[in-house]
């Protein structure tokens, strides 16, 4: 490495205290490689800077929003960014959370020069912070205060150029709603964690982006050949390729593909499109995406989304959510869920004096306003969905089932968002991840699941993987078969729990999707492992992460860095909110409620079974090095991972045994 | 002997910038969106992002603005520039109907698509087909000119 370049990492973190308007840089290289990037970085400036006692809405919390050592390269998939600070929507306790948007804004910022930003203390009127290249200023916006997210853009825009990048907030963010989010473009965005209100409680109405510079690639050749055999792979061999556009779509909306992020390089089966819909409520014409979660928005009657809305409503009612800046997770996987529960119970009929109607645009307008305003009982449901129930005084049963843990509803484990087929006993490793997490881990940690459920018979019996080459993949990464094998119950779950949630830091950290990412299987082999350029599948980030900086590091350090931020987060909830094994605990009642759908090979559905689960949950702790009465890490494995200041902090600790009493339920 | 051509289909566009910053990466080893010599306009309000790369049209009118005969057109029917002749005085851009040719500010370079000479990286990458190649006979030269507008 030649001196002053930077390879891979753009090589400064730019460092924004808006209390008193300073703005400085620091290297990068200070926090990596030892912790990559992204969300790695992150969790270390978080353990150094944000001190026990801060809570999510103080000017002590940090808004860090890192960008991974990938992004802005020519790798697939690699546009990402994560957003880390004290959350509003964790509970009980506003952890130290993460989220992770796509769009164009992180490479953009890169190309200005900044691998991250991290933003503390509080303006003292409403500013935008403006980025072009090296130089940096804080503008006015307060006339952008009480504007949504498309507005906000618009007008950026107009002002600074149609070139820029905007990451932005609505009038949820504005209002301080703990389910705010972080909107880039149309419908990119730090949805979970409520990350909006704490960029309003800044008084950050946005950050706007102009990057005219380079990164720079230590091995130019070897980095294109990877990428290149990767994307060749991705395309032939994988899940999601070649996908088609809906013809009729096509028509009558203006469908057409939109990436979610920069460097896809598919023609995505996760389902990315761009509309055009004439507005039934507004009569305005309203454009862009419509995916994911989305999907559930017209309702599936009969089901869990026991509602029907048309396309043209239901896309609407998107471009509203998304304008206001309110959490679709929340929202489709929690609020709207248990207020149609808690109707369907007698508990509740009318929110603010209107009839709740999830038939009925109109009825959804209201409540997206009343949640973005703040308005009567809509106040009380900007809290989010976990808290509104005791607040409201209604409908805390009805709350159980939706809400999995820590203030996120239910998704990818088989009892939660019931749109995705997952059965015992595979969501006993979801189970496991979710039991260590401070929020719904499945933002980068599909791996798994969909390793299991979407490559094998369970989902296609005509394209799909022999379950004895799943299991022989499986052997190779987790050193044991029963860790994929569909018969095998609570055995050997402990395993692919660690390895994927070691993948989900790697991918937040260096920045790659996770619906492409691990990739471990491929139609294109006898054996079922996917391979490109000489690498195997689950070193492939390895390697695009080593031609691209230059280090000379083993395979086997590089994951060693993911499994010690892995620890550090943990030890940040630790210092910070007393974490221990008895929180971990509290997922176990809302596993205990029977599986949603039922596996083909077995004769019955199935719950948590909590005398097989706690002996798991320590095997788990055990394999992760981490004391099994506390659930902390041990000294030991702190120092094995360089964590020797870590260790003496925790170890002048005390294990909170009670952390009801720690609790915060404001 | 065949020429090729890069066909743009801006309603196919998802805006992934691959083609921009994989160009970038074929010809300069580093990635950035002011080094790519197609530039693709993120409009993520409007029905279709906006993409800019030379036709390698006949019109000639860049060849004419230069006024030191930088820009030449090679063998295999490729409008390239010759840097060691060029000024930077921009002349070029300005006289592209299609605005077609940029100003690499990381490098300090007029810049424009040269195909690869033969195998457009940006095409390869394209994932939704927005670029695709055309190759067409010489002797159609005079048919298939005008494919600007």
Known sequence: ?666 | MEIIRIKVNSSACSGCLSCVTTCSMAHEQYVSLSAGRVQVTLRPFEIRHRIDICRQCAKHLCLEACPEGAIYRDQQDIVRIDDSRCTRCRLCMDACPIHAIFWNPVSEQVIKCDLCLGQPACVEVCPTGALTLNVLKRDARDERQEQVE
């Open chain 1, 1 to 666: 490495m030649t001196s002053n370049q930077s390879f891979g990492w753009a090589g400064k973190i730019l460092w924004v205290n808006l209390t008193n308007r300073s703005v400085e840089t620091r290297d990068t290289l200070d926090y990596g490689p030892a912790y990559i990037g992204g969300r790695g970085i992150a969790a270390r400036i978080g353990w150094e800077s944000i001190p026990a006692g801060v809570g999510a809405f103080d000017p002590e919390n940090l808004l860090i929003i890192m960008t991974g050592t990938l992004t802005g390269t020519t790798a697939p998939f690699s546009g990402r960014t994560s957003v880390n600070a004290l959350s509003p929507q964790g509970w009980p306790n506003e952890w130290f959370s993460r989220s992770n948007f796509g769009g164009h804004w992180g490479p953009s910022l890169k190309y200005a020069g900044y691998d991250g930003l991290v933003v503390e203390g509080k303006a003292d009127t409403p500013v935008t912070l403006w980025i072009e290249d090296e130089k940096v200023s804080i503008l006015d916006a307060r006339h952008l205060w009480g504007k949504g997210s498309m507005e906000t853009q618009k007008r950026l825009f107009q002002e600074l150029g149609e070139d820029i990048r905007v990451l932005t907030i609505g009038q949820a963010g504005e209002n301080l709603s703990r389910i705010a989010i972080i909107t880039t473009e149309t419908e990119s965005a730090a949805g979970q964690g409520g990350f909006g209100a704490v960029m309003g409680s800044k008084n950050l109405k946005a950050v706007a982006v102009r990057g005219r510079g380079a990164v720079h690639i230590a091995d130019p050749e070897t980095f294109t050949r990877r990428s290149k055999a990767i994307i060749h792979e991705v395309r032939t061999g994988g899940l999601f390729s070649n996908a088609k556009l809906d013809e009729k779509r096509v028509k009558t909306y203006k469908q057409r593909w939109q990436a979610c992020t920069q460097q896809c390089a598919l023609n995505c089966g996760g389902g990315c499109r761009f509309y055009a819909v004439m507005g039934p409520l507004s009569g305005e014409e309203l454009r862009g995406q419509f995916h994911c979660v989305s999907n559930f928005i017209p309702g599936i009657p009969g089901t869990y989304y026991d509602w029907k809305l048309e396309f043209d409503s239901a896309f609407e009612i998107r471009h509203m959510a998304d304008d206001y800046g309110i959490n679709h997770w929340d929202l489709l996987l929690g609020i709207v869920p248990w207020l149609r529960d808690c109707q369907k119970h007698g508990l509740v009929n009318q929110l603010n004096g209107r009839r709740i109607d999830f038939n009925s645009p109109q009825f959804w307008a209201d409540l997206l306003h009343m949640i973005a305003f703040r308005l009567g009982e809509g106040d009380l449901l900007a809290e989010g969905g976990k808290r509104a129930p005791e607040l409201l005084g209604f409908g805390q049963e009805e709350a159980r089932p939706l809400y999995a843990a820590w203030g996120s509803a239910g998704h990818w484990d088989g009892h939660g968002d019931r749109g995705n087929v997952i059965v015992y006993p595979f969501w006993i490793v979801p189970a496991l991840q979710w039991a260590v997490d401070v929020r719904d881990p499945f933002s980068s940690a599909h791996g798994y699941t969909a390793t299991t459920m979407h490559w094998s018979a369970f989902l296609n019996e005509e394209h799909c993987i022999p379950w004895e080459k799943i299991k022989a993949v499986g052997k190779q990464l987790y050193g044991i078969e029963s860790g994929v094998d569909p018969l095998s119950g609570y055995e050997g779950k402990e395993y692919p729990a660690v390895w994927h949630g070691d993948r989900s830091v790697m991918k937040d950290s260096v920045s790659l999707d996770d619906n492409i990412f691990p990739m471990l299987l491929s139609f294109n082999s006898d054996d079922a492992v996917s391979r490109a350029d000489g690498m195997v599948g689950w070193e492939y980030e390895y390697h695009l992460f080593t031609a691209a900086t230059g280090l000379r590091l083993s395979v086997e350090e590089f994951n060693l860095a993911c499994e010690r931020i892995f620890n550090l987060e943990r030890a940040i909830q630790i210092r910070n909110f007393g974490r221990s094994r008895r929180d971990d605990e509290c997922v176990i009642p809302y596993f205990e409620y029977p599986e949603w759908w039922q596996s083909k090979l077995l004769d019955e559905k199935k719950k948590l079974e909590a005398d097989k689960f706690l002996p798991l949950l320590e095997k788990y702790y055990l394999l992760r090095g981490w004391d099994v009465n506390a659930g902390w890490p041990t000294s030991e494995t702190l120092s094995r991972l360089g964590l020797p200041d870590v260790a003496q902090t925790l170890s002048g600790m005390q294990v909170q045994m009670a952390p009801e009493e720690n609790q915060t339920n404001n």
